[in-house]
């Protein structure tokens, strides 16, 4: 077992990894919407998808894998009447590459954020 950071983002705030590799498969936790650069969070939905989508992106990369590599997200909201937005701004950063993925309404969520993700990959 392998733990995986990158400097861009801040270090957990709680007893977790990151991202964790194990046999060629990357586990990375609930990636809140802080921006790397400001510790700030976006305003909007669509903004902080795009930024919970960054992270993800940046410890895909940090593990030498990539977006085309993910196989499942689960992703959870304050609201399920912000998914519309949220899966707009997904599905632009994906593409053509549909992962598995599941969402979970979840009420508030940690620092008043409106969304966080997971995702399984490979390498």
Same mark, same amino acid.
């Given at each position: 077992?392998?733990?995986?950071?990158?400097?861009?983002?801040?270090?957990?705030?709680?007893?977790?990894? +990151?991202?964790?590799?194990?046999?060629?498969?990357?586990?990375? %936790?609930?990636?809140?919407?802080?921006?790397?650069?400001?510790?700030?969070? +976006?305003?909007?939905?669509? *903004?902080?998808?795009?930024?919970?989508? %960054?992270?993800?992106?940046? @410890? @895909?990369?940090? *593990?030498? %894998?990539?977006?085309?590599?993910?196989?499942?997200?689960?992703?959870?909201?304050?609201?399920?009447?912000?998914?519309?937005?949220?899966?707009?701004?997904?599905? *632009?950063?994906?593409?053509?590459?549909?992962? *598995?993925?599941?969402?979970?309404? %979840?009420?508030?969520?940690?620092?008043?954020?409106?969304?966080?993700?997971?995702?399984?990959?490979?390498?």
């Amino acid at each position: 077992m392998k733990t995986i950071h990158d400097d861009g983002i801040p270090p957990p705030g709680g007893h977790y990894s +990151p991202c964790v590799e194990h046999n060629g498969l990357l586990y990375i %936790s609930g990636q809140l919407p802080l921006d790397p650069n400001t510790g700030t969070i +976006p305003e909007g939905i669509a *903004a902080q998808t795009g930024q919970v989508l %960054s992270n993800i992106g940046r @410890l @895909l990369h940090a *593990a030498g %894998s990539s977006r085309e590599k993910v196989l499942q997200v689960r992703i959870y909201v304050s609201d399920i009447g912000l998914w519309d937005q949220v899966n707009e701004v997904y599905a *632009a950063y994906f593409g053509g590459h549909k992962p *598995a993925r599941c969402v979970v309404p %979840s009420g508030r969520l940690h620092h008043g954020c409106l969304i966080e993700a997971e995702a399984l990959a490979f390498l």
